[in-house]
């Protein structure tokens, strides 16, 4: 006679999902190998950076183009060269843009230095964000403040920023910081 054992494995509970992959830090971003396109973008922003950045769905949400005409703090309204979109809920504001043109390693050093010269702002050490780059924090009108990270990646000046007057401090550099990393790995072609 012959007995036949059968083993199986079991499982009561449902299968556990694995946890959502920990975004890259600021500082462990690889801008070097990071190609960026001088695109209309916006559409691929992840809704998820957006909620995260400003703590909740966006109320309302902006793009512009490269010529389009915008009104801008301290020169009124012009025509823009770059491609840009913004997006808002309560007191908390995220951008980004991209100049339209290619920039040279040399015109991003005067963009860099004429960051250093705006008033109520001072440049940080930060991580690189591009080559070369900057870190900018400001203290704006009405109490609110601004992260700003801006640099090169290839030939495409790249710009982020988070402000706010309700997320301050550290807390909103560190919001800042995962703002501009969602933003360059969502126009990253080299992926």
């Known amino acids: 006679m012959t007995f036949c054992v059968l083993a199986a494995g079991c499982s009561s509970g449902p299968e556990k999902a694995a946890p959502p992959p920990s975004p890259t830090p600021i500082a462990r971003l690889n801008t070097a ?5 001088r ?10 950076a957006t909620k995260a950045a400003l703590g909740g769905r966006p109320s309302a949400h902006a793009a512009y ?5 915008e009104a801008l703090p301290g020169v009124g309204t012009d ?9 808002t809920k309560g007191a908390t504001t995220a951008r980004a843009w991209v100049f339209a043109r290619p920039i040279s390693p040399v015109f991003a ?8 010269r705006t008033p109520g ?20 009108p009405g109490g609110s403040q601004r992260v700003r990270h801006s640099g090169l990646f290839g030939q495409t000046w790249l710009s982020c920023e ?23 790995n969502a126009l990253n072609t080299a992926r």
Do not use: M
């Open 79 to 87: 025509a823009v060269h770059e491609i840009g979109c913004s997006w």
């Open 162 to 184: 988070l402000e706010s007057a309700e997320f301050l401090g550290a807390d909103l550099r560190s919001r800042a910081d995962a703002w501009c990393v969602e933003i360059a």
């Open 121 to 140: 702002c001072r440049t940080v050490a930060g991580p690189a964000y591009g080559q070369p780059s900057a870190t900018q924090v400001c203290q704006r």
């Open 109 to 116: 050093l005067t963009v860099v230095a004429s960051g250093r």
């Open 65 to 69: 183009g490269n010529g389009d005409e």
């Open 39 to 48: 695109i209309e973008f916006c559409p691929l922003v992840p809704a998820s």
């Open 33 to 37: 190998a990071i190609q960026l396109p």
